[in-house]
């Protein structure tokens, strides 16, 4: 089982991606074409099972054409740009034996060392800051991401007729898991520009009939700042809009007010985590409760790890299919974040008679 098969069963004419930015539309049908011919030549450039992929592309149609194709033959590493949209800085320590760029596909072994093949289970690896700021790189197998993404559909009620607008990094599980796979999933549509720009934002949500989109608390204020009358009248390119998502962050009240007396829709709040692929909890109601995903375990223990009572507030522990099982080449890491079938969050908050999770704050 590979990532396209995510995509195997929607019509040939139905548009998958579109690229405002170039004026790409791919449908499904020329989606899965490109994939199969980007991992042929992957195979012909000399990519065996479990090798490293690293992908040093924007924002767009062809980061997810590359990913899909990647995680058909090894494992899909996709980089992050720095400041400056360079990718150099990211070949440290990838261990990756072939690069796909702008250029084409090279074979390369990055200055970390020689090249590394991965668990033959393994699609994916993605970057998290961890609960230190210091990035860790996270093997996600095929399984965890197709399960993420099918308990996103569920939980969002995403079908066909649903139009995402990616304004999240695709590099990271926001905008690759929550998204845009999960928009694949449901046989929708996701818009993915190059970059965010609020300037622009409402003219390619009008222009694409965009159903719904998901950022940060601070990418909303730069939209909201940058609509005009949000409290008089809905922007055009709200008309089709039935939700919007916010992760990332904890939203604060009066904006989440603002937000939906603006666009005239909910906002749902999702609390999302790397090592478990994305979407861990999701709220709709208002109160700032987040309701565990299908499948996921979410635990509330003390700092020996022992699970704490109704309304203790301590540390948010997961368990379940969506989670890893460790970082990347760093032992020690996983260790101590990793134990017994849970990942520690770093992340503390408490749980109601509900089973609901309030977040209250994160480890220093």
């Not at 990913?67 to 494992?75: E, K, M, R």
């Not at 899909?76 to 400041?83: D, F, T």
């Not at 009620?157 to 607008?165: A, E, F, G, I």
Request: include cysteine; glycine fraction near 10%; charge should be negative.
């Amino acid at each position: 089982m590979t990532l396209i098969d995510l995509i195997a069963s929607f019509d040939d004419d139905k548009t998958a991606i579109v690229d405002p930015d170039s004026d790409v539309r791919l449908t499904y049908g020329s989606l899965r074409n490109h994939a199969s011919v980007l991992a042929s030549a992957l195979v012909d450039a000399g990519a065996r099972r479990g090798d490293r992929i690293a992908i040093a592309l924007p924002n767009g149609a062809p980061l997810v054409t590359a990913v899909l194709a990647a995680s058909t033959i090894g494992v899909a590493q996709p980089l992050r740009p720095n400041s400056e949209g360079r990718f150099d800085a990211s070949f440290e320590n990838t261990r990756a034996h072939l690069v796909v760029d702008g250029d084409g596909i090279h074979v390369t072994v990055p200055s970390g060392g020689a090249a590394a093949e991965t668990t033959m289970e393994v699609a994916l690896i993605v970057e998290s800051r961890g609960t230190t700021g210091r990035p860790r790189r996270v093997p996600l197998t095929y399984a965890n991401l197709t399960i993420a993404a099918t308990r996103v559909v569920e939980t969002l009620c995403l079908t066909p007729n649903d139009v995402s607008l990616c304004v999240m990094p695709v590099v990271h599980v926001h905008g690759l898991v929550t998204v845009t796979l999960a928009t694949l999933a449901s046989g929708g549509t996701v818009v993915i520009p190059r970059a965010f720009h609020p300037v622009t934002f409402w003219r390619v949500a009008r222009d694409h009939g965009v159903t719904w989109y998901s950022a940060t608390p601070a990418l909303h204020q730069w939209v909201l700042a940058r609509t005009a009358d949000p409290g008089a009248r809905r922007p055009a390119g709200a008309a089709r809009l039935r939700f919007i998502r916010s992760s990332g962050a904890t939203l604060p009240p009066p904006v989440r007010q603002t937000l939906e007396s603006a666009f005239g829709v909910p906002l749902v709040e999702g609390y999302e985590v790397t090592e478990a692929s994305g979407e861990v909890a999701s709220s709709s109601t208002g109160t700032g409760k987040l309701r565990p995903l299908a499948d996921l375990q979410v635990a509330v223990v003390d700092d020996f790890g022992r699970a704490l009572s109704q309304g203790a507030t301590g540390e948010v522990a997961l368990a379940g299919p969506t989670v890893a099982r460790g970082y990347d080449n760093d032992p020690e890491a996983t260790g101590k974040f990793f134990v017994d079938g849970w990942f520690r969050t770093g992340d503390f908050g408490y749980l109601d008679a509900d089973g609901c999770l309030t977040l209250a704050g994160e480890q220093g």
